[in-house]
């Protein structure tokens, strides 16, 4: 269903951004390649039941040769003891990819991973369903001070120096500054 105008997401607080991707380089070894995308499929489950993880949500994404994951994450430590968890899916399927897959070239793996401070993000949806950062967040018209990123980054910049706390409403900053 499409969300119709601007909108944009908000989170008060800083979250990780979680990019990962799956890509298929020999398609005849498929004994190789189709174990690691049903490993992939299970542990997004298992992230999406999990609520006390802390993921916060993410989108799957697929092209001719790859799968990529964007996905929204509380914070790098959430993340990586997940990762690390051996009750997890995770921490098994990567065991068994570096012992039965890496070394074949049959399918590549990447991620990347980033620390993103309150405010310190741009998030414009125009006349799509609600998707990104809005998804696994909060999903809000973008008005006001949140009408354009010149507007919130000046917000911004206007509380850290002046010491306005966050919770500040726009008209008390423009008595700030």
């Not at 070894?29 to 999990?50: D, G, H, T």
């Not at 850290?160 to 900053?173: F, N, Q």
Request: overall charge positive; hydrophobic content about 40%; aromatic content about 10%.
């Amino acid at each position: 269903m499409v969300a119709c105008g601007r909108c944009t997401a908000r989170r008060d607080e800083p979250f990780v951004v979680f990019m990962m991707g799956v890509r298929v380089n020999r398609f005849l070894l498929i004994w190789k390649w189709l174990p690691v995308l049903l490993s992939l499929r299970a542990m997004l489950r298992e992230v999406r039941e999990n609520r006390k993880s802390g993921f916060l949500g993410g989108q799957t994404f697929f092209s001719w040769r790859s799968v990529t994951l964007i996905q929204y994450w509380t914070s790098y430590e959430d993340l990586e003891r997940y990762a690390r968890d051996p009750n997890s899916g995770h921490l098994p399927a990567w065991r068994r990819f570096n012992q039965k897959v890496r070394r074949s070239g049959a399918v590549g793996l990447w991620h990347e991973a980033y620390t993103v401070g309150a405010a310190e993000y741009e998030a414009i949806y125009a006349d799509v369903p609600v998707s990104g950062l809005a998804k696994a967040t909060l999903h809000m018209p973008a008005i006001g001070g949140r009408e354009a990123a010149r507007r919130r980054a000046l917000r911004e910049a206007a509380r850290r120096s002046t010491g306005v706390p966050k919770a500040a409403c726009p008209e008390d900053l423009e008595k700030v500054g």
